[in-house]
């Protein structure tokens, strides 16, 4: 028989910015209930990611967690990325380790931010859930920040949103991968509200549209979702369990001090299609 954990309603409590929430109430140790499993789902459609402090999980628990949402799957970049696989078969388990350059002892020399993305958005199927545990922190900066591409939507004003409504964007990252088409703007299946789709790392053109005017729209578009507005930044703790929905957020990482150490361990679920307007 499972035993679910607790039935106390989960506290949420949202960031004051336009993403982000903080979850308590819940042992992420047992196995989660339907109504749990729900009211994060939930959560995570209104704030597009959350956090879970003080856990203590292992790569098993963290895959059990992340299979509460759907089907795990590995990354298929995992070795360009430097990532390494978890322990024995757990290929759908990664850690970014970052390890103290020992060249700047001393220097203060800085480890480059991570540019502004969503996860596998160069692939046919993007990734829905994107889980994240911190294992060993910086003591400065490493910060993960989020921006809110349904509040960025919403705030364009009417002529503009009529303008990209059904509008088609080429995604891709690697020369040798293939190219792919995916709506400018997209339906989220859980709120069922309008998000913008586009990312500095993989947004390359729009579809049918004259190169000068497509690099223009690309450039205004991706400068409007990272403004400060729409952002939110998770200052790291150990034991933090991050989890997003790369369906309405972009994500980017800022610089650190690379005589530290920066370790996380990362699980995400299977793709879905792409649902346009």
Not at 2 to 8: D, M, N
Not at 66 to 92: C, V, Y
Not at 217 to 224: D, K, S, T
Request: charged share 20%.
């Amino acid at each position: 028989m499972t035993h679910f954990s607790s039935v106390i309603p989960l506290e949420i409590i949202p960031s004051d910015r336009a993403a982000g929430a903080e979850i308590r109430g819940v042992n992420l140790l047992e196995p989660l209930s339907p109504n749990v499993q729900e009211q994060i789902v939930q959560a995570l459609a209104n704030y597009g990611a959350i956090f879970f402090r003080g856990q203590s999980l292992n790569e098993e628990q963290q895959l059990t967690f992340t299979r509460a949402f759907g089907d795990t799957m590995g990354h298929p970049l995992a070795k360009a990325e430097h990532m390494s696989f978890g322990e024995g078969s757990q290929s759908d388990v990664y850690y970014l380790k970052d390890e103290p350059d020992l060249t700047y002892i001393g220097k203060n020399k800085l480890k480059g931010a991570v540019m502004w993305h969503t996860d596998l958005q160069y692939m046919p199927e993007p990734q829905v859930y994107s889980v994240l545990y911190g294992i060993e922190i910086p003591s400065k900066g490493g910060d993960t920040l989020f921006s809110n591409l349904v509040a960025a939507y919403e705030a364009l004003d009417e002529s503009l949103k009529q303008r990209i409504e059904h509008l088609q964007c080429v995604n891709w990252i690697l020369r040798t991968m293939p190219p792919v088409v995916h709506p400018l703007v997209r339906i989220h299946p859980v709120s069922g509200r309008k998000a913008l789709y586009v990312s500095p790392t993989c947004s390359r053109s729009i579809v049918d549209m004259p190169p000068g005017q497509s690099k223009s729209l690309l450039r205004y578009l991706m400068r409007h979702v990272t403004l400060p507005r729409f952002v939110w930044r998770h200052v790291w703790q150990a034991g933090d369990l991050l989890m997003w929905d790369n369906r309405h957020t972009l994500h980017c990482r800022t610089a650190f001090d690379l005589c530290e150490r920066r370790m996380m361990r990362r699980t995400q679920t299977a793709g879905e299609p792409v649902i346009p307007t």
